[in-house]
């Protein structure tokens, strides 16, 4: 949902105005500004239910949200600027292509170390969403990209590879017992909203966003939607970056851009290629390979330790 509003609000040309002739909605900025103003009442409320104080309780200090704040805000910013220059196809591919990434900002920020097994399986998973998503287009108009859209693109992956492995660097720094999701969303969030308020006011867009508002309320209401499906969605991604890590979040968002172009798909009855199942054929097979071995070390590790056990 919050993909398909993210579209509607950047693509759709909407009743013009005199400070926006082409329609267009004005601000990217203000887009991250909506969803980081709810994130952060949802936040504090959540976290004063838990925890009884806002602020007080919090084992993190503040200041250790700071950096994924500003590259949350900043992957956020370029990702809805890249929906003017950019088509759906060529966004898919490079959102889908974060895993590597992710496991080389991972070795960057804590020195950690992945298998080169590993990193096969990301290669494979890469290569099968760009498969599916390239051969999903309609036309060859789907493909035409400013070379501005690619560089925001290039923004957002590195934001973003960024903004996953600093989160878990704080779960893994101050205890993930210590940390939740809300505390989490709550540090980046008050952040964000400092960050995003002052892009506003230097760039002159409250006032620009406040007249097109005018000419355009359904568009209002498309934010407010946008940023609801955003909270919600920050809370799913903070629980499961701590309690599963970086890379199992990025495979997650992976298959979810699949997902998205199947029930695109489906709800506007575009055709899938025999091209596109041979990619998701890729992914779905290494990710249930990924499972497999899991349990299977799961089960080993069951094992070895019932064996200790007995032993003693």
């Not at 070390?297 to 200790?308: C, D, R, V």
Request: with cysteine; aromatic share 14%.
């Amino acid at each position: 949902t919050w993909g398909f509003m993210q579209e509607l609000i950047m693509t759709t040309t909407f009743e013009k105005t005199d400070r926006v002739p082409d329609g267009k909605f004005p601000s990217a900025a203000f887009c991250v500004f909506s969803n980081r103003f709810l994130a952060i009442i949802v936040a504090m409320i959540s976290v004063k239910i838990r925890h009884g104080s806002v602020f007080n309780n919090n084992v993190a200090p503040l200041k250790a949200f700071a950096p994924c704040a500003l590259s949350n805000t900043m992957s956020s910013w370029s990702q809805y600027a890249s929906l003017r220059y950019v088509s759906f196809p060529v966004q898919t591919v490079f959102k889908s292509s974060k895993i590597i990434p992710v496991m080389a900002m991972g070795k960057v920020l804590k020195g950690t170390n992945y298998p080169i097994a590993q990193y096969g399986e990301a290669l494979l998973i890469t290569i099968g969403v760009a498969i599916f998503s390239l051969s999903s287009k309609e036309s060859d108009k789907d493909t035409q990209t400013a070379l501005i859209g690619l560089v925001f693109m290039l923004m957002y992956i590195t934001f973003d590879c960024f903004t996953s492995q600093w989160q878990d660097r704080v779960f893994a720094t101050y205890g993930r017992p210590n940390v939740d999701p809300y505390q989490m969303m709550l540090g980046v969030s008050s952040w964000a909203i400092l960050m995003s308020t002052f892009g506003l006011l230097v760039s002159g867009d409250f006032p620009i966003v406040y007249e097109f508002f005018l000419a355009n309320p359904n568009v209002f209401s498309y934010n407010i939607i946008t940023a609801i499906t955003s909270a919600s969605g920050q809370l799913c991604i903070y629980y499961t970056i701590k309690e599963f890590g970086p890379i199992a979040f990025t495979i997650i968002m992976t298959v979810r851009q699949m997902i998205s172009i199947c029930i695109s798909a489906i709800i506007f009855g575009h055709t899938i290629s025999l091209v596109s199942l041979f990619g998701a054929t890729i992914v779905f097979s290494v990710l249930f390979y990924q499972i497999r071995r899991k349990y299977k070390a799961k089960q080993q590790k069951e094992m070895s330790q019932t064996i200790e056990i007995t032993g003693k």
